[in-house]
């Protein structure tokens, strides 16, 4: 079975810093990888996903992810927070070709302080 | 973004009724809906897979007997809490699938058992 690390369970940013967080996973074959966002009493958001091509993904809200496959990564970027970023993010995973459901990290709490 | 709602937003019941849940593509057809589970502070955690015409499949672990799911049409999946516990009370959430394999999430569902 596949599992995702989100090495972050707390950030707390001041605006403006800059964001990364890391999500691992350890399914070695073709993958989806999806970042969602859950903001404070809302449901789960896409920010952005990859499928295949392009391994920089550009996605909602100016955030970004790439896909780097030799390290099974798929870390989140944003250069400038902003106070409203504040919230629960996921990474998910799924293997790629499948109608399966999808294989979530832990989350990571994120908090700017304005 | 493709809509996906649930119904009711949130649930109190005693302990050993059934409760009813309800999954709706709004605006798009899913053959395939997507049951999880998400406990506090905790990520989401796959229940089943929902399949339209068809018999749900469920992730190991998961009572089929508990959790009871039909796939009546292309936009609604309905999961059943049969005889409810208190351990049963969580952070219920569907999810569907568009053409393109990106996952909709809906607002969930909040069960509390007496």
């Known amino acids: 079975a596949q599992s995702v690390s989100q090495h972050n369970h707390h950030v707390i940013l001041s605006e403006a810093a800059s964001l990364e967080l890391g999500c691992n996973y350890s399914?070695?074959?073709?993958?989806?990888l999806f970042w969602y966002v859950q903001y404070p009493g809302q449901h789960l958001q896409l920010l952005l996903k990859?499928?295949?091509?392009?391994?920089l993904v550009k996605g909602i809200k100016g955030f970004e992810a790439e896909f780097i496959k030799s390290k099974f990564s798929f870390n989140l970027r944003k250069p400038s927070v902003q106070w409203s970023d504040t919230a629960e993010y996921f990474c998910?995973?799924?293997?790629?070709?499948?109608?399966?459901?999808?294989?979530f990290g832990k989350g990571t709490h994120l908090i700017i302080q304005p | 973004g493709a809509v996906v709602s649930q119904h009711p937003s949130w649930v109190i019941c005693k302990s050993g009724t059934s409760v009813k849940i309800e999954c709706r593509s709004l605006?798009?057809?899913?053959?395939?809906m997507f049951w999880y589970r998400q406990f506090p502070k905790q990520s989401l955690m796959l229940m089943a897979t929902?399949?339209?015409?068809?018999?749900?499949?469920?992730e190991q672990g998961v009572e089929k007997d508990k959790f009871l799911i039909n796939h009546a049409s292309l936009t609604l999946s309905t999961l059943t809490v049969t005889s409810a516990h208190p351990e049963d009370s969580s952070f219920y959430i569907c999810?569907?699938?568009?053409?393109?394999?990106?996952?909709?999430f809906g607002p969930g569902t909040r069960l509390l058992v007496l």
């Open positions: 999810s569907a699938p568009t053409s393109s394999g990106t996952q909709y």
């Open positions: 399914y070695g074959g073709t993958v989806n």
């Open positions: 990859y499928f295949s091509g392009d391994p």
């Open positions: 998910a995973v799924k293997e790629g070709g499948g109608a399966d459901g999808l294989t």
């Open positions: 605006d798009f057809q899913a053959t395939t």
């Open positions: 929902s399949n339209e015409g068809s018999k749900a499949t469920y």
